[in-house]
């Protein structure tokens, strides 16, 4: 299957590969995935990225961003 293209929901296209062990995909040149283990039907990704890009987990929902606790400075 790899290089697959095929039509998503929504009109979107997705792009489908296929990897082994220790091969990468990049991403927009920022984003690196790299297949750390494979077990069973089980896959063990890696990702590189800058700290400015959230990769989460759909199952998983969001965190809640911090609040500043620091006391405020006195006037």
């Known amino acids: 299957m790899d290089g697959t293209v095929f039509l998503s929901r929504g009109g979107l296209v997705m792009l489908v590969l296929s ?13 690196v ?5 494979i077990s069973g039907s089980r896959v063990q990704l890696g990702f590189i990225a800058p700290p400015e890009i959230h ?7 969001p965190r809640r961003e911090k609040r500043d ?5 006195a006037p």
Not at 19 to 31: Q, S
Not at 55 to 61: A, G, H, K, S
Not at 69 to 73: D, E, F, N
């Open 55 to 61: 990769i989460r987990r759909p199952e998983v929902p």
């Open 33 to 37: 995935v790299r297949v750390l283990k």
């Open 19 to 31: 990897r082994k062990i220790g091969e990468e995909i990049v991403i927009d040149e920022e984003v």
């Open 69 to 73: 606790l620091s006391p405020t400075p």
